[in-house]
């Protein structure tokens, strides 16, 4: 039996990544002493990230990596040091497998990466709290004006067909599933929370943040946005969100 190459397997947003490779390379001491950063240098095997840490505020300026090994790894690596710029150090602690896959997946329930990828997902994540350790004496602020929710989810045109003619508890278990799997683990990278509280009149959705959403100002202003635009885009255009306050 042959087994195919990991390239086929590969989403297409992952493929198209790769064919345009933007952060390859390292920066080097001198480079960061130039542009007033700390130089985060991380290695573990063959994969080594480079961050430029803004020791102000501990966002993660600017990322790159080496890589000697296949082209899952080159995959892994790059997706990763996209995710980590313009965050802090304390937001890209919290990544996981499963968000790096999702940051690159054509469809919600369709894994970014095969399989055989695992083990350079979990590669990725030791060297990245590698560098996190290097960052542990910056602070860093605890609300952000860009929520890391912001970004394109695809839109089914019209919503859900049907939509109108689901049974309410269904269409809340639609909500429910969509804050899940696209909404909740974004937030969870600023240490905070989200959650369904009802579902009026079939078209208003009022959630609840917890922990840092809270006290947070983007949680009434870009990050209510966002996840108002996902919820449109993936249920119905006629949903919109409202806070609880």
Same mark, same amino acid.
């Given at each position: 039996?042959?087994?195919?190459?990991?390239?086929?397997?590969? +989403?297409?947003k992952?493929?198209?990544?790769?064919?345009r490779?933007?952060?390859?390379g390292a920066?080097?001491? #001198?480079?960061?002493?130039?542009?007033?950063?700390?130089?985060?240098?991380a290695?573990e095997?063959?994969?080594?990230?480079?961050?430029?840490?803004?020791?102000? %505020?501990?966002?993660? &300026?600017?990322? !790159?990596?080496?890589?000697?090994?296949?082209?899952?790894?080159?995959?892994? &690596?790059?997706?990763v *040091?996209?995710?980590?710029?313009?965050?802090?150090?304390?937001?890209?602690?919290?990544? +996981? &497998?499963?968000?790096i896959?999702?940051?690159?997946?054509?469809?919600?329930?369709?894994?970014?990466f095969? !399989? +055989?990828?695992?083990?350079?997902?979990?590669?990725?994540? @030791?060297?990245?709290? !590698? &560098?996190v350790?290097? =960052?542990? %004496?910056i602070?860093f602020?605890?609300?952000?004006?860009?929520?890391?929710?912001?970004?394109?989810?695809?839109?089914?045109?019209g919503g859900?067909?049907?939509?109108?003619?689901?049974?309410?508890?269904? !269409?809340?278990?639609?909500?429910? #599933?969509?804050?899940?799997?696209?909404?909740?683990?974004y937030?969870?990278?600023?240490?905070?929370?989200?959650?369904?509280v009802?579902f009026?009149?079939?078209?208003?959705?009022?959630?609840?943040?917890?922990?840092? =959403?809270?006290?947070?100002? *983007?949680?009434?202003? +870009?990050?209510? @946005?966002a996840?108002?635009?996902?919820l449109?885009?993936?249920?119905?255009?006629?949903?919109?969100?409202?806070?609880?306050?």
């Open positions: 039996m042959i087994r195919p190459h990991d390239w086929e397997l590969f +989403s297409k992952l493929r198209e990544k790769l064919d490779l933007r952060y390859v920066f080097t001491q #001198e480079i960061a002493e130039e542009k007033q950063m700390r130089l985060v240098e290695r095997g063959n994969l080594c990230l480079y961050w430029l840490v803004d020791e102000s %505020d501990g966002i993660i &300026a600017d990322a !790159k990596f080496q890589v000697l090994g296949p082209i899952g790894m080159i995959a892994v &690596a790059e997706v *040091s996209d995710l980590a710029l313009r965050k802090n150090y304390d937001q890209i602690s919290r990544i +996981s &497998a499963d968000l896959d999702r940051h690159v997946r054509d469809r919600k329930d369709v894994p970014a095969p !399989k +055989s990828c695992d083990s350079y997902l979990n590669l990725a994540l @030791s060297v990245i709290d !590698k &560098a350790a290097q =960052c542990s %004496d602070p602020t605890v609300s952000y004006d860009v929520t890391p929710i912001e970004r394109d989810f695809g839109e089914i045109p859900i067909p049907g939509w109108d003619e689901l049974p309410h508890q269904q !269409k809340v278990g639609i909500i429910e #599933e969509v804050i899940d799997k696209e909404i909740r683990p937030i969870e990278l600023d240490a905070g929370g989200v959650k369904l009802s009026n009149d079939e078209q208003e959705v009022v959630i609840s943040y917890e922990g840092s =959403c809270t006290t947070c100002h *983007s949680s009434t202003g +870009s990050t209510l @946005s996840i108002q635009q996902i449109k885009n993936r249920v119905h255009p006629s949903l919109f969100v409202t806070p609880q306050l």
